[in-house]
């Protein structure tokens, strides 16, 4: 037998879907689950932090080299860029007890576990053809 959900005035669609589905603790996400999407998102976006991931892909960069390959980024933006990622636990900061100090930044286990996330999400907006209208891909 199929189940079958009849809307009634007033009943929220998430209801009625796990009404449908029979017991369902796992349907959807629950208020802490939403919140925990929400961290997420903000640490990932912003408008240079999947520029930073894409260069740090490829290992260990100085603050210089970042910026040298990120055209169009000041270094005010850099530094607060990799301030969050690094206080998100995204990046990792190295410094070396160098005179002068040399700092090199690199992702972090955390990050490198959101590579095959974001592939995902990249493959899905290549299926379902997303495109960002104008003024709305960060740049």
Known sequence: MENQTIATAGTPT?????ASAGN????????????????VARAITGKWKMEIISCLMDGAMR???????LPGITQHMLSAQL???TADGLVMRN??????L???YQLSEAAWSLIPVL????AWAREHQV???PGRDGS
């Open 14 to 18: 998430a209801d009625l879907i796990r």
């Open 83 to 85: 301030r969050e990622m």
């Open 119 to 122: 592939r995902q999400l990249l």
């Open 102 to 104: 040399r700092v090199e």
């Open 95 to 100: 410094a070396f007890a160098e005179i002068p």
């Open 24 to 39: 369902c603790d796992d349907c959807g996400p629950n208020g802490a689950d939403t919140r925990a999407l929400r961290v």
């Open 63 to 69: 603050f210089g080299a970042l910026r040298r390959a």
């Open 131 to 133: 495109a960002a209208a």
